[in-house]
């Protein structure tokens, strides 16, 4: 195949340009929300550090204040400094970094001049709060000294004025006073009781207001705020030389973009013969969009739009019958082919007049959207397109495919949904192949039924009724039993033991799903220890997503540690390996207490061959639906010896299951498969 190197080129050209910018727009938005973060964090503290200043001043004029606020600034202001010193952004280097830290250390010595400044402040403010009560308790005329009530009422004056102002200079007046009211002396017991008290309280406030303003002087004009500037400036200058160099890689970015862009421009000019087809490419992505690829059809996201535009809906689900089938044995080349003739028939089939709109919902489902303008008998209208492709076969490389649908109509909203539920009912009735929405439909009957399967399930828990039936495994070239796989059974309400597999929704729906697994496990844990015999379980997502499972199983193996060397885990291929990390986890768990670990029901469905080597298994148990027509399938026969193939080369071993007669157990043995299991070899007993 030729390569355009022009459009190579301008390709390269262009994921470099749009990479460079990608990766330039990464690194600006994350060094400059780091740089916010910081520069915000940074600015929190200076606000905090004021809101302490401020509570802590503050503190100091109001006779009551609550020190809760000064202790919530303290704790912020550490806890800045570490979110800061937990910031990994450039702006911090070690000079900034240290210093941060003889920030905080100067920080721890603001609180504890914040400590001094508590207890000083509160024996001014209790001295101070006590001389104003105790100037209302002063005795009349103190022995008719009015000198002394002078003195008195003079010292309190000068100690509010001090307190409210915090000029010392009053200090020395409030001393002198002091000392002139020192020299009276009182016989009457009151007026003595009195002068002791009030001397005492102004010799308090004396010594004390000094520490007072000194250690307020100190909190106020703290170390911290040039710590901090210092940290900012340092944090600043590094800001700015990262900017430099985000400025050098821009200029850098938008000299290869535009370098990149005059180059594409330039080969852009040379394929100017090219413009219609890129035209064309453009309308054809812009339909992508609304249209399904294979049969050109609207797809599922044009029919949501297009529902909430019809007044008037009539809705059809037409359902390919046995559509898997054809996929899964003759390939998707096949199915690929069903599908766009399918898509063809539905336009023939359906009158023009009707003006329809067709969709292929998924899969092999097509949806037929109507604005019912003109009334639609629904019989007729499913019954057209039944017959249609009753009389009409596909034609695939010579071969005539009859192919037949069920169809499920609808008026109600919402229209898939109900269409749907129309459509299920028909595949669950097989003597009828089409159905119309209404409330009852089915519904009773499948309601009726679930009770009466809770009941029995209900039942069969609680009087644990849930038991294991083992099928045997042997080894295709010796013929010998080398394990048992358990299968859940549950006794039903004619005492009989069937497949706990039809009860399994409901138990989920009743919460008794992880109490039944705990069951099987436990019974088969007895049972295999009593019997000496290697078993295999089976084990659902539901139960790897379950974190008790694995402390309940560690719980078992402690109580019959001989069975972890002789126990093998089955994980459902087509429904549990969605959630490759718990998968992984699970598997490594288990394997770590020596168990073994197989793929089950592989090649169903959309079987991915990447889980054999990308999981640490030991088995691969391959599909029944590949197995039961081995003989006369060429297509399965080829699956499995691609399956086989693979095993070996990633040294897995394979087990077949459905081995249902000799001629399938001899063909098992020709393809090379190492262990068989199936009615022909064993039904499931109840005992080991």
Do not use: W
Not at 112 to 133: G, P, R
Not at 357 to 370: C, E, Q, S, V
Not at 565 to 591: C, G, H, P, W
Request: with cysteine; aromatic share 12%; glycine share 4%.
């Amino acid at each position: 195949m030729r390569i355009n190197l022009k459009l190579l080129f301008m390709s390269l050209l262009g994921v470099g340009a749009i990479s460079l910018l990608l990766f330039f727009e990464k690194y600006t938005k994350e060094f400059f929300t780091e740089k916010n973060r910081l520069l915000t964090l940074i600015n929190e503290i200076k606000q905090e550090e004021m809101q302490l200043d401020y509570q802590t001043l503050k503190t100091s004029f109001f006779l009551y204040q609550d020190y809760d606020t000064i202790v919530k600034s303290q704790k912020r202001l550490h806890e800045l400094v570490a979110l800061i010193q937990q910031n990994s952004s450039s702006a911090l280097d070690s000079i900034a970094l240290n210093i941060l830290a003889q920030y905080e250390l100067e920080l721890y010595k603001k609180e504890n001049d914040i400590e001094l400044f508590k207890t000083y402040n509160a024996a001014l403010k209790n001295s101070t709060l006590y001389l104003a009560t105790l100037l209302q308790k002063l005795p009349e005329k103190i022995e008719h000294n009015r000198e002394y009530e002078k003195l008195v009422e003079s010292i309190i004056a000068h100690i509010f004025i001090v307190k409210n102002s915090l000029d010392e200079d009053f200090i020395q007046e409030i001393e002198n006073l002091y000392q002139k009211v020192k020299t009276f002396k009182f016989k009457n017991p009151q007026f003595k009781k009195f002068h002791l008290i009030f001397t005492s309280h102004v010799k308090i406030f004396i010594e004390n207001f000094p520490k007072f303003k000194s250690t307020l002087l100190a909190i106020l004009d703290s170390p911290t705020k040039k710590s901090l500037e210092k940290f900012e400036k340092v944090v600043n200058q590094n800001i700015s030389k990262k900017t430099e160099l985000i400025t050098y890689i821009f200029y850098a970015t938008i000299f290869f973009y535009i370098l990149s862009l005059l180059l594409i421009l330039y080969f852009l000019s040379r394929l100017d013969k090219e413009n219609q087809e890129l035209k064309l490419l453009q309308q054809k992505l812009n339909l992508t969009a609304i249209t399904d690829e294979l049969t050109q059809l609207y797809n599922r996201h044009a029919f949501q739009e297009d529902a909430k535009k019809v007044k008037k809906p009539f809705f059809a689900i037409v359902n390919i019958n046995g559509f898997k089938h054809y996929n899964d044995f003759y390939g998707n080349a096949l199915g690929d082919h069903i599908l766009k003739e399918t898509a063809k028939a539905l336009k023939i089939a359906v009158p023009h007049h009707y003006s329809p709109k067709f969709y292929r919902i998924g899969g092999d489902d097509f949806g037929i959207l109507i604005e019912e303008d003109l009334p639609i008998n629904e019989k007729e209208f499913a019954k057209r397109i039944i017959e249609h492709f009753n009389k009409h076969t596909i034609i695939y490389k010579s071969i005539n495919l009859y192919i037949s649908v069920s169809i499920g109509m609808t008026r109600k909203r919402p229209l898939l949904e109900t269409a749907d539920m129309a459509l299920k009912f028909v595949k669950k009735n097989p003597n009828i192949s089409f159905a119309i929405y209404n409330e009852n439909l089915g519904c009773f009957e499948v309601i009726k039924e679930n009770l009466k399967r809770g009941m029995v399930l209900k039942k069969a828990v609680e009087e644990k009724e849930i038991v294991p039936y083992f099928q045997p495994i042997i080894d295709v070239k010796t013929g010998k039993i080398v394990k048992y796989e358990a299968l859940a059974r549950i006794k039903n309400e004619s005492g009989f033991y069937e497949s706990i597999f039809y009860y399994l929704p409901i138990a989920k729906e009743m919460k008794l799903y992880d109490e039944i697994t705990k069951i099987m496990f436990l019974k088969s844990f007895q049972m295999a220890s009593k019997a000496n015999k290697a078993i295999s379980i089976n084990v659902s997502m539901k139960d790897i997503e379950n974190p008790k499972l694995i402390t309940f199983l560690k719980e078992l193996f402690k109580e019959y540690p001989q069975i972890p060397q002789r126990l093998t885990f089955e994980i459902l291929e087509s429904e549990t390996l969605k959630d490759y990390n718990a998968v992984r986890d699970f598997i490594s768990v288990v394997k770590a207490q020596g168990c073994k670990v197989a793929i089950d029901d592989f090649g169903s469905g959309y079987s991915n061959f990447a889980h054999i080597f990308n999981l640490n298994i030991d088995y691969i148990k391959i599909d029944g639906s590949l197995i039961k027509n081995l003989p006369s399938d060429k297509t399965a026969q080829n699956v499995v010896l691609a399956i086989q193939f693979l095993a070996k080369r990633a040294g897995i071993e394979t087990i077949a299951e459905f081995v249902h007669s000799q001629e399938v157990l001899d063909e098992v043995k020709r393809l090379g498969i190492d262990y068989a299991q199936g009615f022909h070899i064993g039904r499931p007993e109840p005992n080991l």
